[in-house]
Nanobody, 122 residues
Framework: QLQLVESGGGWVQAGGSLRLSCATS????????MGWFRQAPGKQRELVAV???????NYVDSVKGRFVIARDNAKNTVYLQMNSLKPEDTAVYYC????????????????WGQGTQVTVSS
């Protein structure tokens, strides 16, 4: 049974750090491209970080140099280290598997997990 379980969110002051985790089950994680998405109130869900099955990474411009995505295939888990957080990073963060290629990724698994709330105060 497919499960995506995000954790690690919380409240932090601007400039702080958080590490998110997404534990997966029911997928062949090691061959799956994975991504972290976020959705702020009133906004569309956006893809912010990608990690390929081989470990290559890509980021949306707004988080480059601040966020690091990583994966542990032995634990079927993907991580998002978030540093130098800004109030505009406030959102619910989700992980999902990805299909497609750079610039044209789409999420593949349903249902989404419950997400994890990140709140950054100024």
């Amino acid at each position: 049974q497919l499960q995506l379980v995000e954790s690690g969110g919380g409240w932090v002051q601007a400039g702080g750090s958080l590490r998110l985790s997404c534990a997966t089950s029911g997928i062949i994680f090691s061959i799956q491209d994975m991504g972290w998405f976020r959705q702020a109130p009133g906004k569309q869900r956006e893809l912010v970080a990608v990690i390929g099955s081989g470990g290559s990474t890509n980021y949306v411009d707004s988080v480059k140099g601040r966020f690091v995505i990583a994966r542990d295939n032995a634990k079927n888990t993907v991580y998002l280290q978030m540093n130098s957080l800004k109030p505009e990073d406030t959102a619910v963060y989700y992980c999902d598997g990805l299909a497609g290629a750079e610039g044209d990724y789409v999420p593949v698994f349903e249902p989404w997990g419950q997400g994890t709330q990140v709140t950054v105060s100024s």
